[in-house]
């Protein structure tokens, strides 16, 4: 069985909560208090890893596949572990195609996405063949480097004195109703909710007792940094520019100018995104494999080849940037996918778990 360490397994959830997070200005519909609202969906997702926590501890032993299996029967449990591992696949495709979105919005406006994107799952697919132990390492080399640019990023915003403090004002002008709201109803979910994906994972991890510890404090990292982008593009752009801007952090970046030298920081940004896409893809497309095995008794790496053209594939259905993310909502919030598989059903696991009586106590 595959063992990573407590410091790789912080370096990939690092990374996997940045991913594609700074692409998007999380809680914009609330204007200047969008930071509020990552600050609350923080807080609120660490409710929900404390929740995936007390599951995996019960049992350090197995991952969600054999959990579902376990507690919830050969029929129900299969059944149960096939739609997870479409979900998983589902948002491998997501990244995916924000790979392929960005490329064209950024450095190849005329490139053929299709190439683009056959580029970024044959990366996943090698990395897949490669193993478990041999991906969670390339997170722990590349992580304080990808950390270290972002702090260089954050840093020349002031330098350059493009930030204006007062973006952020009035505070909660609204009341705090509506901060809640998104809070509760979108923001919780994506990305701090997605740390359900690591119930796949955290099995592989060498020091059981170093578990709890190691994955908040990782949690913590990196919501300071998706709460320091969110408030760097508040206070740079402003909640109406940021509100209509396609990728709002490259668009803070490209006003750096420090002494007419300094500047198209935008390759930079551009850099950190391509790792963060790359390493969450990856890890989506990792725990679909990983469930499929479970299903069909098997090496993983049989299904990387068959669950990496299913991805290529939807990854191309939507015609452009706009309808990518318009399908991404209505999955979300129309079928419930995300309420469904990181909050409904981990919360049904978790009972039936303490209702069973088996496994060990919460470290």
Same mark, same amino acid.
């Given at each position: 069985?595959a063992r990573?360490?407590?410091?790789?397994?912080?370096?990939?959830?690092?990374?996997?909560?940045? $991913?594609?997070?700074?692409?998007?200005e999380?809680?914009?519909?609330?204007?200047q208090?969008?930071?509020?609202?990552?600050?609350?969906?923080?807080?609120?997702?660490?409710?929900?890893?404390?929740?995936?926590?007390?599951?995996?501890?019960?049992?350090?032993?197995?991952?969600?596949?054999?959990?579902?299996?376990?507690?919830?029967?050969?029929?129900?449990?299969?059944?149960?572990?096939?739609?997870?591992?479409?979900?998983f696949?589902?948002?491998a495709?997501?990244n995916?195609?924000?790979f392929?979105?960005?490329?064209?919005?950024?450095?190849?406006?005329?490139?053929?996405i299709s190439?683009i994107m056959?580029?970024?799952?044959?990366?996943?697919?090698?990395?897949?063949?490669?193993?478990?132990?041999?991906?969670?390492?390339?997170?722990?080399?590349?992580?304080?480097?990808?950390?270290a640019f972002?702090?260089?990023?954050?840093?020349?915003h002031?330098?350059?004195?493009?930030?204006?403090?007062?973006?952020?004002?009035?505070?909660?002008?609204?009341?705090?109703?509506?901060?809640?709201?998104?809070?509760?109803?979108?923001?919780?979910?994506?990305?701090?909710g997605?740390?359900v994906?690591?119930?796949?994972?955290?099995?592989?991890l060498?020091?059981?007792?170093?578990?709890t510890?190691?994955t908040?404090r990782?949690?913590?990292v990196?919501?300071?940094?998706?709460i320091?982008?969110?408030?760097?593009?508040?206070?740079?752009?402003?909640?109406?520019?940021?509100?209509?801007?396609?990728?709002?952090?490259?668009q803070?970046?490209?006003?750096?100018?420090?002494a007419?030298?300094?500047?198209r920081?935008?390759?930079?940004?551009?850099?950190l995104?391509?790792?963060?896409?790359?390493i969450?893809a990856?890890l989506?497309?990792?725990?679909?494999?990983?469930?499929?095995?479970?299903?069909f008794?098997?090496?993983?790496?049989?299904?990387?080849?068959?669950?990496?053209?299913?991805?290529y594939?939807?990854?191309?259905?939507p015609?452009?940037?706009?309808?990518?993310?318009?399908?991404?909502?209505i999955?979300?919030?129309?079928?419930m996918?995300?309420?469904i598989?990181?909050g409904?059903?981990?919360?049904i696991?978790f009972?039936?778990?303490?209702?069973?009586?088996? $496994?060990?106590?919460?470290?």
């Open positions: 069985m990573i360490s407590k410091y790789q397994l912080g370096a990939m959830i690092i990374l996997f909560q940045i $991913g594609s997070t700074p692409l998007f999380i809680g914009i519909k609330t204007g208090d969008a930071w509020l609202v990552v600050v609350i969906s923080m807080l609120l997702g660490l409710l929900l890893l404390f929740l995936f926590l007390a599951i995996q501890c019960r049992e350090p032993e197995k991952n969600l596949s054999q959990l579902l299996i376990t507690y919830f029967g050969s029929f129900v449990g299969k059944t149960v572990l096939f739609l997870y591992a479409l979900m696949a589902y948002e495709m997501r995916v195609r924000d392929g979105d960005l490329t064209l919005l950024t450095i190849l406006p005329k490139g053929p190439i056959l580029i970024m799952v044959t990366l996943s697919i090698y990395a897949i063949y490669k193993g478990i132990e041999v991906f969670f390492r390339l997170a722990e080399y590349i992580v304080m480097g990808v950390l972002y702090f260089i990023i954050l840093s020349m002031f330098v350059s004195g493009v930030v204006h403090f007062a973006h952020l004002l009035p505070i909660m002008e609204k009341g705090i109703q509506p901060i809640l709201k998104e809070s509760i109803t979108e923001s919780v979910w994506f990305p701090f997605q740390m994906i690591f119930l796949m994972f955290w099995s592989y060498n020091e059981k007792k170093e578990l510890k190691t908040i990782s949690f913590f990196s919501g300071l940094v998706i320091l982008c969110n408030i760097m593009n508040l206070i740079v752009l402003g909640p109406r520019l940021a509100n209509i801007s396609t990728v709002p952090l490259l803070s970046v490209q006003l750096i100018q420090i007419e030298v300094f500047e920081f935008d390759a930079l940004v551009i850099l995104f391509y790792a963060g896409i790359l969450k990856t989506w497309f990792l725990a679909t494999v990983l469930g499929l095995s479970q299903l008794h098997t090496d993983y790496r049989r299904f990387a080849l068959p669950v990496g053209g299913l991805i594939i939807t990854a191309l259905l015609t452009s940037w706009q309808s990518h993310l318009e399908i991404g909502k999955v979300a919030n129309q079928f996918v995300n309420k598989f990181i409904i059903i981990p919360s696991l009972l039936v778990m303490l209702m069973k009586g088996r $496994g060990n106590k919460p470290l």
